[in-house]
């Protein structure tokens, strides 16, 4: 198993601008860089590229070997099982295509003809389809020119190679001498041009993104079923090195694919037929590498197990039960009491598919047949026991009630990704958002065409499309593109991350290329797993228009600042309504109508802008999603000049919220607080729930909490004779009082569900929280910097430099959030100035780091320290 894929949350820290840019100066050896440093500076994973091919080429191998087949033939036996609606669709394409001219059908028809009519001579032993099958072969690419321009694009040969390689691997055996070498012939030539032009020649894909790990992996699949050609070895190192720069830029070390769900589905189109045919043919197993691109669809499945339509993108299923035999027996963080194989099944067990026709590719793919083969129904599906809630190193936040499906679903996700260059919208720190078993407030999709679509220009690629804040009319972004170099990938800094389930927090921080003055912090709270607060400070130092963005689905209503959406029954879920106060109410309201599109479709749908002018700004939306005729919680809005404040009534609590910019001592007349977001909850036998902010105090008639340090927290009070808090898993050292009524009555308290000791004095509980605060790197000049070899490296990585005084040495790895990972031994010591030592790749806690730039500091007796940058490759 590798250490890529994270399932804790884990708070980060602002970093100051100079460390960022020392940081990012120090980011990458000259020798890593192959192209613009933006595409060697992400955190994504990278695999061996070392080309391994079988003694001699066996047929058939790629999807399975000859003692599978009889298997294959009596999967369909059983009517109601998923293999025979597989075997029915696949069926009415050779029954199509059988029938036709091979030499007269289009470059997109002949290579699926040419594959279902070879898997069904496979499974049916129909010598009329062998024939036809061969026949498409050895017309293969007729007609194709050697180009990358329309209708010839390397997307669309990535899967037509793919097509005729399994194909031809199937039909081997029922070749004559001739054929089998005009066949291979044909593979070649395509394969080589593949190989000459994706990144150099021609450079079909000059980028890394999915342009350019499609044809790779396709090319990888010709290598393997051509594994006699002498050229072979070249194309599988070439198609690994290709994939590896894809994979470094475009996926996060923990998954998330930046292109958004259609586009890491297109990509599967390819990536999952490829992974198992390396294992099959070569007996390299890849899926340890790729596993957290496959745990990332589950980690931020909606209800229905959907990927949100986040960026150029539709809702998209991840098709994780073609992969679940592969992860047999290999552990997750999404369930320590099964494999990853039986949460692999159970997500697409439980996903809803919105049209079988899913995978973007419908064109040019065979689908049913792969699936056929790679689906095992006899694994067992397990759901997550992990906690509901997600927190994604690579900036993505989920925020749900439970994984199972229920019509009474809570789903939220937080978007806070570094900014990639492909298929990018402006929607950093968005959200989308669902309840009830409905999508209540999405991304705007993608368009009924697509990348084609008239108004992914006009609008699904404008900001105010996008559930995000604008300054000026612009969108959050994160990187610096003043500084020299460009300071790029950057991930909005998290913080505050709570994870209980009578509160659950994220806060994540960005800035604005334009204008360069302003800084925006958007934390998101759920609330009781019921309903989420929404809290927007933004800060600049001029005068700024800020907006506020918010859109809904279905029919539309408001009154004042109270808004709502109700969408209906469909095939995107039920019909439910989402109640939504936004705050201030000096704010200014507008009501416009835009576009949402969630599966090639495209519908008008009203949205709301908030807006307000000034140096500095605070926003809150208050969003309950609802069933259709439920009642309307009552809300009064209590802000303030320097704060915005509100209290929301409902049948069986009080609430009350507040924010604003500054820890500042605020007295309203309910409460008075320093916090820079707070929430009460009372109830008909008093308080029961608080949650603090950068706050030392908190007072009302019925609770006071005050600290001797900066807290955030939330406590619930719910269970009589018991108290909760819930912390950031980083925080200070602090010792906190609670004054409340009953205090005396309180036998246990729990820190993230722990118990920890306290103190109970006549009316106050005396609680203390042990630091779990990060080390940072401390403030210095820029230093000299320590030798590493290999650089990249993937196992481990020695380091050397020279030093000046003898006595003790202490070497620390730091990761980019300025977090030390791990404390290193010296080995032995070279000469009488060298000091060498090796990182084996491993934190502290014995885990594998991910692939990512991490930073070693070595200081000497004296303090003196030297620095040096390594990047790890997976």
């Not at 209503?557 to 959406?565: I, K, M, Q, V």
């Amino acid at each position: 198993m590798n250490g890529i894929r994270s399932i804790r949350g884990q708070s980060s820290f602002a970093m100051p601008l100079w460390r960022q840019l020392l940081f990012i100066g120090l980011l990458v050896p000259a020798q890593a860089l192959a192209q613009h440093n933006r595409y060697d500076t992400y955190t994504g994973f990278a695999t061996d590229t070392t080309p391994v091919l079988p003694a001699a080429e066996k047929h058939p191998s790629l999807y399975f070997s000859a003692d599978f087949i009889p298997e294959l033939r009596l999967r369909k036996a059983d009517q109601g099982s998923s293999y025979y609606i597989l075997w029915q669709r696949f069926r009415a394409d050779a029954l199509r295509y059988v029938t036709k001219d091979m030499s007269l059908m289009d470059e997109n028809d002949r290579p699926r003809a040419a594959k279902t009519l070879a898997f069904w001579w496979i499974v049916e032993e129909d010598s009329t389809a062998l024939q036809k099958a061969i026949e498409a072969l050895l017309v293969a690419y007729d007609g194709v020119p050697q180009t990358g321009e329309k209708p010839y694009d390397e997307i669309y040969r990535a899967t037509w190679l793919q097509n005729y390689a399994a194909a031809y691997d199937w039909i081997y055996d029922q070749l004559t001498s001739d054929q089998n070498t005009e066949i291979r012939r044909r593979i070649a030539e395509e394969t080589q041009y593949l190989r000459d032009n994706i990144m150099v020649g021609d450079r079909l894909a000059p980028r890394p993104h999915n342009h350019r790990s499609k044809p790779a992996w396709a090319i990888g699949t010709a290598a393997l079923v051509l594994a006699d050609h002498d050229q072979a070895a070249d194309w599988l190192s070439h198609a690994l090195e290709a994939a590896n720069t894809v994979t470094r830029y475009q996926f996060s070390s923990d998954g998330i694919y930046r292109e958004g769900g259609h586009y890491w589905m297109y990509n599967a189109v390819n990536f999952i037929p490829f992974l198992w045919h390396y294992l099959n043919v070569s007996g390299v197993d890849l899926f340890s590498d790729y596993q957290p691109a496959f745990e990332w669809p589950i980690r931020v499945r909606t209800g229905r197990g959907q990927i949100p339509n986040i960026e150029d993108s539709y809702l998209k299923p991840a098709p994780t039960h073609m992969v679940a035999a592969a992860y047999r027996g290999v552990p997750t963080a999404l369930n320590a009491d099964a494999d990853f194989a039986a949460i692999c099944q159970w997500n697409y067990e439980n996903t809803r598919l919105i049209d079988h026709n899913y995978t973007g590719a419908t064109v040019d793919v065979t689908w049913e047949i792969d699936e056929y083969i790679l689906f095992d129904s006899s694994i067992e599906s397990v759901a997550p026991t992990a906690s509901p809630n997600q927190f994604l190193e690579g900036g993505q936040v989920v925020f749900r009630r439970s994984w199972e499906p229920s019509s009474d679903d809570r789903y939220l996700l937080f978007h806070g990704v570094a900014d990639a260059d492909n298929h990018n919208h402006p929607d950093q720190l968005s959200f989308f958002l669902g309840g009830n078993d409905a999508i209540l407030a999405p991304d705007a999709g993608y368009g009924p065409y697509g990348f084609s679509d008239d108004r992914r220009g006009s609008w699904y690629l404008k900001a105010h499309a996008h559930n995000i804040l604008t300054a000026d009319g612009f969108p959050p972004v994160a990187d610096d593109l003043y500084s020299n170099p460009s300071v790029l990938n950057v991930t909005p800094f998290a913080r505050h991350e709570i994870d209980s389930e009578f509160f659950a927090f994220a806060e994540k921080e960005s800035g604005y290329v334009r204008p360069n003055d302003v800084s925006l912090r958007r934390s998101i709270a759920f609330i009781d797993q019921d309903f989420f607060v929404v809290s927007d400070l933004l800060y600049g130092s001029e005068e700024h228009t800020y907006r506020s963005y918010l859109h809904g689905r279905g029919s539309f209503d408001r009154a004042g600042h109270y808004l709502s959406w109700s969408p209906f029954g469909n095939r995107y879920g039920a019909a439910a309504r989402l109640d939504a106060f936004i705050l201030p109410e000096s704010a200014s309201l507008t009501v416009s109508t835009g576009y949402i599109s969630l599966f090639k479709d495209e519908r008008h749908e009203r949205y709301v802008e908030a807006a307000q002018v000034g140096q500095e700004a605070a926003f809150m939306q208050l969003l309950l999603p609802a069933r259709s005729g439920s009642p309307v919680p009552d809300l009064d809005d209590i802000s303030g000049e320097s704060y915005v404040a509100a209290r929301l009534v409902k049948s069986d609590s009080l609430d009350y919220f507040f924010l604003q910019a500054r820890s500042e001592l605020r007295e309203l007349g309910e409460f008075a607080t320093d916090a820079t977001f707070a929430w009460l909850r009372n109830t008909d036998t008093g308080w029961q729930n608080l949650a603090l902010r950068e706050s030392n105090l908190f007072k009302s008639a019925e609770i006071e909490v005050s600290s001797d340090s900066k807290v955030t927290l939330a406590l619930d009070a719910s269970t009589s004779g018991v108290l909760d808090i819930a912390t950031p898993a980083v925080h200070p050292a602090a010792q906190i009082e609670v004054v409340t009524t009953g205090a005396e009555l309180v036998q246990e308290v729990r820190i993230n569900g722990q118990p920890s000791p306290f103190t109970f004095q006549t009316d106050r509980l005396l609680i203390g929280l042990e630091k779990t605060s990060i080390d940072l790197i401390p403030d210095s000049s820029t230093p000299e910097q320590l030798q590493a070899y290999p650089n990249p490296f993937s196992h481990s990585v020695t380091l050397e430099a020279s030093v000046n005084r003898t006595g003790p040495l202490t070497a620390e790895v730091y990761n980019l959030l300025g977090q030390r990972i791990r404390k290193l031994e010296a080995e032995h010591i070279v000469g009488t100035k060298t000091i060498r030592f090796t990182w084996d790749g491993y934190t502290e806690s014995g885990s594998s780091a991910p692939s990512a730039i991490y930073f070693v500091r070595l200081t000497d007796a004296r303090g003196a320290t030297l620095l040096g940058r390594v990047v790890r490759v997976r």
